[in-house]
């Protein structure tokens, strides 16, 4: 699909889409004084299972948390809630061996006429959504001059690739299997068009037939369930972190409130196993005392980088009046990363599918390789979930310094599925990767500012409002979240799958990008806002 854009305007990837004059997400107020952070956490996990930790240097960098360990033993039940598995099955992580592509073949006979001076088109047609990784065209076209001929293949989504152009004088046919690698990376389904266009007299020839040969990755999850209850509101965006402040002055009314639960109480009102959950959910300790446990200052940056409040003071968030954060803290409290995970994503799942909540992204920003098969299919099961459920996952890689993740089984940013894309770090001035940030051109997809970046902390104990400088992946993702949750609002039909295709599709390329993620450019608010305002008049998007 291609998306129509228009011209850059000279407004800064950190400003808000559509108000380039308020503050900007990582902007900070010239009579703050930035505060130096230290968030507490240490990136190596006990039993090695980071081979490329590097000790976080002093100063305001914060690295990208990774919980407990692998087997830490917890009081608390495997999970909270019951579901069923009733969700597709799973892809395996995509720097596995036992990543299999899926082969397509399609073919057409037209036996059409090629005249002096026109030309002719034959089509082809794929239902299935494949990435491709390899293109191949097997041509039979019959013409007594082929130096006459111009021979091109456009994909569904307009790009064309000329695959002869006048060439071989006065030669017979064209005939043979032309390697079409610039289609790398395109999505099959849809419409291919060949075109056949004779540029002088005399000679003429026959389309006889032709055919394509693509492999690559389904990118397409299976079909999305349906809520039980209607979805309404805006876009709730799940802070996945330690728990984040709600009492703080630029997040007060930014909080995402269950509104069929009584704070307090200490019953379960709304019988979704949990009592008290008016903010969301801990993790750790089963419970809806979001706050308790570690980590509080970096989810409450990262909550604040989304959607801070404009209201004059401090940072304004990406989507500030725009989307409600949910919370659900205690990530690195109670038992290891995995587990702790795997029980957020059931909350987030029967609040969104049994409850009506309207939840739409979370924020990722952390995360440790997993080299056991069976943790890796773990991970890839619950985002599977996720996915199955309508919910994107923006996911922060590693700040592993320049330290490339293709073929590390990196979770939960590196599973391969339509509802997942990850985050690299960009300096603060927008200009070239961030030392600290890890890459990879085949598991990172884009780069959004992630140094020096101004947000909310919890409020100091005098019930003063705090806001601090820092800088990591972890502060890159929730810009691209921000950005998910305005186009959510912009059209509240686009699915997870369709956002993460925009996101990609409107990137503002950056040379110091190329080679180190999948879309060689950085996250552009303005224009990926547009493209998803765009799609209210495009009947593809109209119904899920």
Do not use: C
Not at 99 to 105: A, G, H, K, Q, V
Not at 170 to 188: H, R, W
Not at 391 to 404: D, E, F, K, P, Q
Request: charged share 25%; glycine share 10%; no cysteine.
């Amino acid at each position: 699909m291609e998306i129509s854009r228009k011209p850059k305007s000279p407004v800064s990837q950190s400003t808000r889409a559509g108000d380039a004059a308020k503050p900007a997400a990582a902007a900070k107020p010239a009579e703050k004084a930035p505060v130096q952070t230290k968030d507490g956490f240490d990136s190596g996990s006990s039993g090695g299972a980071r081979s490329n930790f590097v000790d976080r240097p002093k100063g305001n960098f914060v690295d990208r948390p990774t919980g407990m360990p692998p087997g830490t033993q917890s009081s608390l039940p495997a999970s909270a809630f019951t579901f069923g598995s009733n969700h597709v099955a799973v892809r395996p992580f995509a720097g596995s061996a036992a990543r299999t592509p899926t082969t397509l073949s399609a073919s057409a006979t037209p036996n059409a006429k090629v005249n002096d001076l026109q030309t002719t088109t034959s089509t082809v047609s794929f239902d299935k959504d494949v990435k491709l990784d390899s293109l191949k065209l097997n041509l039979d076209l019959a013409h007594t001059f082929k130096g006459d001929l111009v021979v091109k293949l456009t994909s569904p989504s307009g790009k064309t690739e000329t695959i002869h152009n006048r060439t071989g004088g006065s030669a017979d046919d064209i005939k043979g299997s032309f390697d079409l690698s610039a289609f790398k990376g395109e999505s099959t389904k849809g419409t291919w068009t060949l075109s056949v266009e004779d540029k002088a007299r005399r000679d003429t020839g026959t389309l006889k037939s032709w055919s394509l040969d693509a492999a690559g990755q389904a990118t397409g999850a299976g079909p999305i369930q349906e809520p039980n209850k209607p979805l309404s509101g805006p876009p709730v965006i799940a802070v996945f972190d330690g728990g984040v402040d709600f009492k703080h002055t630029d997040l007060d009314d930014s909080m995402w409130v269950n509104p069929n639960e009584i704070a307090g109480d200490g019953i379960d009102n709304d019988g979704n196993g949990v009592k008290d959950d008016i903010y969301g959910y801990n993790v750790g300790y089963n419970s809806g005392d979001v706050m308790r446990g570690s980590g509080t200052d970096h989810g409450t940056h990262v909550a604040g980088i989304i959607a801070a409040e404009d209201n004059g003071e401090g940072n304004t968030g990406v989507a500030a009046g725009k989307a409600k954060i949910m919370s659900l803290g205690g990530l690195y409290n109670g038992a290891d990363l995995l587990t702790n995970f795997e029980r957020g994503v059931d909350y987030m799942v029967k609040m969104k599918m049994e409850h009506g909540v309207n939840i739409r992204a979370v924020n990722a920003s952390f995360g440790n390789e997993y080299r056991n098969p069976a943790d890796v299919k773990r991970w890839t099961e619950a985002v599977q979930k996720l996915a199955d459920a309508d919910i994107l996952l923006v996911a922060a890689t590693a700040n592993g310094y320049g330290s490339n993740l293709n073929d590390v089984p990196d979770m939960p940013a590196n599973i391969e599925l339509p509802n997942v894309i990850t985050v690299a770090a960009m300096d603060k001035n927008n200009d070239k990767l961030a030392d600290f940030s890890s890459y990879g051109d085949k598991v990172v997809d884009l780069a959004a500012v992630g140094e020096d970046v101004y947000s909310t902390v919890p409020s100091s104990r005098d019930g003063k409002p705090q806001w601090e400088e820092m800088s990591g992946t972890s502060m890159a993702t929730p810009t691209v979240a921000g950005t998910a949750a305005l186009m959510f609002a912009a059209n509240p039909n686009l699915t997870a799958a369709q956002v993460r295709e925009l996101l990609i599709q409107t990137v503002e390329a950056d040379p110091d990008l190329k080679g180190k993620v999948i879309t060689g450019g950085k996250l552009d608010i303005e224009a990926a806002v547009a493209a998803a305002k765009a799609t209210l008049e495009d009947d593809t998007f109209a119904t899920r």
